[in-house]
């Protein structure tokens, strides 16, 4: 069982940068890929980042450039560097995880069975 925990979220003004963590417990370990989905209200889930577990990346056309993901795996932690935000970037944010030892890397969030509760991200302009 993995557990996920999403801290970080808040109010941020445009421009100013954010960063948010995803705390793995349980039989987390290095082999799996982790991902972060974002959800506005009445939207559909969209993929924002991923990082495999042999460490590539991955990123949303609408956040390539500006978000960074990244991971300490001596704290189990997935982290999500957001610079350059803007107002279209309020939603949840939800940390993901699948695995182990993944051949490919997926950006469907049906392809996740694992899910953090998701924190609330807001960008005021």
């Known amino acids: 069982q993995v557990q996920l925990v999403e801290s970080g979220g808040g109010l941020v003004r445009a421009g100013e940068s954010m960063r948010l963590a995803c705390a793995a417990s349980?039989?987390?370990?290095?082999?799996?890929?982790m991902a972060w989905f974002r959800q506005a209200p009445g939207k559909e889930r969209d993929f924002v980042a991923a990082l495999s577990w042999t460490g590539g990346t991955y990123y949303g056309d609408s956040v390539k450039g500006r978000f960074h993901i990244s991971k300490d795996n001596a704290k189990k932690t997935v982290l999500l560097q957001m610079n350059e935000r803007k107002p279209e970037d309020t939603a949840i944010y939800y940390c993901?995880?699948?695995?182990?030892?993944?051949?490919?890397?997926?950006?469907?969030?049906?392809?996740?069975?694992?899910w953090g509760q998701g924190t609330q991200v807001t960008v005021s302009s």
């Open positions: 349980g039989s987390a370990s290095r082999s799996y890929d």
């Open positions: 993901a995880a699948r695995g182990p030892y993944l051949a490919e890397t997926s950006t469907f969030d049906d392809a996740y069975n694992y």
